[in-house]
C-alpha cells in the first residue's frame, strides 16, 4: 500500500470540519436564529407526552394573588419569596414592605411600625420573616389571604444553621466534627451561648417561626401535638424543601397559577463543612431528642403533602416531570442568554406557550435581599405616581389536573 504524505493532514481537516458543523447544528437547534425567535430545544418533547391521551377536563379558575408566605430560617424560604415576589412584582400587587433590611419585626411580633403603609387600599402578599401570629397578620391581610410555609427535615435545618449563623465559634464547640460534639452535649453548648434572643438556632428554630415561643413546652407532648393542628387549621399548604418540585407544583394547582409562574433558580445555595455530613442515625436520634417540635412538625406535614398528592390524581408526577425539564432549560438558556435572545417554550397540558426573554432571566436570578431592595424603590415610586400605577387583572387559567381544585378564597372567608 502507498502512503500518501498529504493524508494525515487531510483527515485532520476533515475531522476539525465534523466538530464544528455538529456544533452549529447543535447551536441552532438549542437557540435556533439568535435574530429571530430561537425555538426551544427539541429533547422538551417529553416521550411519555404521546401515551397520555387527551387532557384532563378543564375547569376555568381565577388565580389566587393574595398570599402570605411564612418563612422558615434555612429551610428554602429565600427561593420561594423570590417566586412569589416575581409574581407579585409583574403585576404591580401590593406587597407587606419591611422597613429593616428583611424581617418584618422578626423574632418579635408583628406591629404596625414594622411595615410601610399599603398605597391603595391593603396589601396582596407578605413574603419575609415574620413571627407567625395569624390574628396579626389577618389585621393587615385580605379576608381570602391564601397562607404557606415552607419546611426542612431538621437535621438538614440544623447543619445549614450551624453555617450560616456560626454556631460552634458562637457556642465554643471544639473538635473536627463540632455537629456531634454538640450534640452529644446540647444542653451543655446552649448554655455557652448566653443570649437574651427568645430563641434558639438549635432547638425548634421552624416551630419558634411559625409560633411555637414558649421552648419550655418542647417535652410536653400534649402541647406539642396541639401546635402541630394548630399548624395544619392555619395554613393552607406546608410546602417541603426536600420534595420541592412537588410542592411548587401543587402550590401552582391550589393557587390556579400557571408553570412560569413557579419557575425558580435556587437562592442562598452555599457549600460548607457540614453540608455533606451523612445522616448518621445516631445523630438523627439525638437531634430529634433535642428539637422535638421541629421533627413533630416535619413527620406530620410531610406525611400531610403526600397524602395530598396522592389525591391530585396520576398525572400529578408526569406534571412534575415536566415542570423539572422546563426549569432546567430555562435555567440553562438564562445562564447564556443576551439580550436580544428569547426562548419560546412550546403548549402542554399543563401550560401555555410562553416567551423567556432576557427581562424574566434578570428576575429569574435576583437573590431575594436585591429583589426587596428593589420593591422598596418601586414603593417609593408609586408615591409620586400612584395614580399611573395598575394592578394587572387576575388571569383566569385552565386547571387541568386531576385532583379536586379548591377554591381557597371561599375557604378562607368562611374559617374568617
Not at 31 to 56: A, M, N, Q, W
Not at 315 to 341: I, L, P
Amino acid at each position: 500500500m502507498i502512503t500518501l504524505p498529504w493524508r494525515p493532514s487531510v483527515m485532520a481537516s476533515l475531522g476539525v470540519c465534523a466538530v464544528v458543523c455538529i456544533g452549529t447544528m447543535y447551536s441552532l437547534a438549542l437557540y435556533g436564529d439568535r435574530y429571530g425567535v430561537p425555538e426551544y430545544p427539541k429533547i422538551f418533547t417529553l416521550p411519555y407526552h404521546r401515551s397520555l391521551g387527551p387532557p384532563s377536563p378543564c375547569r376555568a379558575c381565577r388565580e389566587q394573588i393574595n398570599i402570605t408566605f411564612a418563612k422558615v430560617h434555612k429551610a428554602g424560604g429565600s427561593t420561594v419569596s423570590t417566586i412569589l415576589q416575581r409574581f407579585g412584582d409583574v403585576r404591580n400587587l401590593s406587597f407587606v414592605i419591611p422597613r429593616a433590611r428583611v424581617s418584618l419585626g422578626w423574632p418579635y411580633q408583628l406591629r404596625p411600625t414594622d411595615y410601610r403603609p399599603a398605597f391603595d387600599g391593603g396589601f396582596n402578599l407578605l413574603v419575609d420573616h415574620v413571627l407567625f401570629n395569624k390574628t396579626r397578620i389577618r389585621g393587615i391581610m385580605p379576608r381570602d389571604t391564601a397562607y404557606v410555609t415552607i419546611l426542612r427535615h431538621p437535621f438538614e435545618q440544623l447543619k445549614s444553621s450551624f453555617s450560616w449563623y456560626e454556631v460552634p465559634r458562637k457556642y465554643r464547640i471544639r473538635g473536627e466534627d463540632p455537629v456531634r460534639e454538640f450534640l452529644q452535649q446540647p444542653a451543655k453548648y446552649e448554655r455557652n451561648f448566653r443570649t437574651r434572643l427568645p430563641f434558639r438556632y438549635t432547638r425548634d428554630f421552624m416551630a419558634y417561626d411559625l409560633g411555637f415561643t414558649n421552648l419550655t413546652q418542647a417535652g410536653n407532648e400534649s402541647v406539642v401535638g396541639d401546635f402541630v393542628r394548630q399548624v395544619g387549621s392555619e395554613f393552607d399548604l406546608v410546602l417541603i424543601l426536600e420534595h420541592l418540585a412537588e410542592s411548587l407544583v401543587l402550590l401552582k394547582r391550589y393557587m390556579c397559577w400557571s408553570l412560569s409562574d413557579i419557575l425558580y433558580s435556587p437562592k442562598n445555595t452555599r457549600n460548607y463543612q457540614y453540608k455533606m455530613l451523612g445522616e448518621y442515625p445516631d445523630l438523627i436520634v439525638a437531634h430529634r431528642r433535642w428539637s422535638r417540635v421541629d421533627y413533630a412538625l416535619y413527620d406530620h406535614f410531610n406525611a400531610t403533602l403526600w397524602a395530598r398528592i396522592e389525591r391530585e390524581g396520576p398525572d400529578f408526577f408526569h406534571e412534575v416531570y415536566h415542570f423539572e425539564d422546563m426549569r432546567t432549560k430555562v435555567v440553562q438558556f438564562c445562564g447564556v442568554a443576551e439580550s436580544s435572545w428569547k426562548l419560546q417554550i412550546p403548549s402542554s397540558k399543563w401550560n401555555k406557550k410562553f416567551m423567556v426573554d432576557t427581562e424574566f432571566c434578570d428576575r429569574l436570578r435576583l437573590p431575594q435581599t436585591t429583589y426587596m431592595t428593589n420593591l422598596k424603590e418601586k414603593y417609593h415610586d408609586q408615591k409620586i405616581t400612584i395614580s399611573q400605577q395598575k394592578r394587572v387583572p387576575a388571569s383566569v387559567h385552565c386547571f387541568s389536573g386531576t385532583g379536586n381544585y379548591r377554591t381557597l378564597a371561599t375557604r378562607n372567608v368562611t374559617n374568617s
